[in-house]
């Protein structure tokens, strides 16, 4: 059980956001009530430029970016997080797909900059990483050296 610092209630942890493996101070339905009191006092054109704001330093930033989240995964998946800024070099191509890498700031495509665990069971350590493209990372994501084997021989076999 904890108490938020908002509301002053006691409640069961599930009613708790998780943030960096620690549970937050404010409850989930405090949370929610911080957002909407923040949309319903701020203007669309206030939102817009805090958008822009974000994406703009999301652009200038990649490394710093693709650093927090994969932070985040790591804390979430409770592995170990040990590569900084110097450990990531993201190429003009994609080494996998050889396509050539967008950076976005927002939204995630098949050309966005990922960072690679080389090997799944390892966490995000300087000999593990690899920067490739979203979708040369979501192929090998969930699927085995044979599953893959197996879909060349499919299409070799189909075409």
Known sequence: MIKCTRCDLTKPDEEFSLSNGKR??????????KAREYYKNTT???????????????????????????RQRANRKGIEFSINEMDI??????????????????ILRGDSPTIDRIDP???YVPENCKVIS?????????ATLEEIEAIIEYLEAAT
Do not use: F
């Open 121 to 123: 069971t390892l966490g």
């Open 134 to 142: 979203w979708r040369a990372n979501r192929i090998k994501s969930d």
């Open 24 to 33: 937050k101070k404010w409850c989930k339905s405090c949370l929610a009530e």
């Open 89 to 106: 070099n993201i190429p003009e191509y994609c080494p996998v797909l050889d396509i050539k890498l967008a950076h976005n700031a927002y």
């Open 44 to 70: 669309t054109e206030q939102r817009e430029k805090k958008r822009k704001r974000n994406q703009y330093y999301r652009k200038s930033n990649r490394k710093k970016t693709m650093l927090a989240l994969a």
